[in-house]
């Protein structure tokens, strides 16, 4: 069992719906939850970060925690093509610092 | 305020050949990492920083690969000699400190070994 979990996808979504990714973890000491935006041939950029249960929202993306289950997922409302990338999630280990990083998840919004 | 810089952008050697990269983290910012990313993964810690010291190291592969951070603030990653399987997207990342999670990653070096 992979340490962070994330369905490849790739996921296609109309544009103006609610995209829905998801993201799995192992470690029940893990604290911090991130998720990146990852653009083909480029490098990953902070989308928002996540430390409590429940939801945080900042404009159209809300992630949403459950550290009971150890799931966190990333809401993304109104898609825009320019929304279609690779969505990592990226996990702290709980014993140090370090993250660990799904695979990530394929987005295409069609337009 | 300035990202983080890496150099070169693109890198197509020979295998058994050498190479290095350059990172050059945001202002201010104490820890740096490295990162390989392969098509379709996610990164792949390769080495941490904490100023000058490697705090963490166990997924670099040492017979192979080589990693500084003089002064604590630039850094660079040598592999020597290279092997085909090295081809990948090399990150460089910095963070404020080892307790600020929030990671800001540069371009990335595209390496690709012949």
């Known amino acids: 069992q992979k340490e962070v979990e994330q369905n490849s996808g790739p996921l296609s979504v109309p544009e103006g719906a609610i995209a829905s990714l998801n993201c799995t973890y192992s470690?029940?000491?893990?604290?911090?939850f991130f998720w990146y935006r990852q653009y083909s041939g480029k490098s990953p950029e902070l989308i928002m970060f996540?430390?409590s249960n429940g939801d945080k929202e900042d404009g159209r993306f809300t992630a949403q925690l459950n550290k009971a289950s150890q799931y966190v997922s990333l809401l993304i409302r109104d898609s825009q093509p320019s929304d279609s990338a690779t969505y990592l999630c990226?996990?702290?280990?709980?014993?140090?610092?370090?993250?660990?990083w799904g695979a990530g998840t394929k987005l295409i919004i069609k337009p | 305020e300035a990202g983080v810089v890496q150099s070169p952008r693109y890198k197509i050697i020979e295998k058994k050949q050498p190479v290095a990269f350059w990172c050059n983290p945001i202002?201010?910012?104490?820890?740096l990492y490295w990162y390989l990313q392969n098509l379709g993964q996610g990164p792949e810690l390769l080495i941490r920083?904490?100023?000058?010291?490697?705090?963490?190291d166990s997924q670099l592969p040492k017979d192979r690969f080589s990693a500084e951070r003089l002064k604590g603030v630039d850094s660079t990653l040598k592999i020597q000699p290279a092997e085909l399987g090295d081809s990948a997207v090399y990150l460089c990342?910095?963070?404020?400190?080892?307790?600020?999670?929030?990671?800001?990653f540069g371009p990335g070096t595209r390496l690709l070994v012949l």
């Open positions: 990342a910095s963070s404020l400190d080892g307790t600020e999670e929030t990671q800001y």
């Open positions: 202002s201010g910012h104490n820890t």
């Open positions: 920083y904490e100023n000058e010291e490697a705090v963490d």
């Open positions: 470690d029940r000491g893990s604290q911090s």
């Open positions: 996540i430390y």
């Open positions: 990226a996990v702290n280990r709980g014993s140090n610092y370090q993250l660990i």
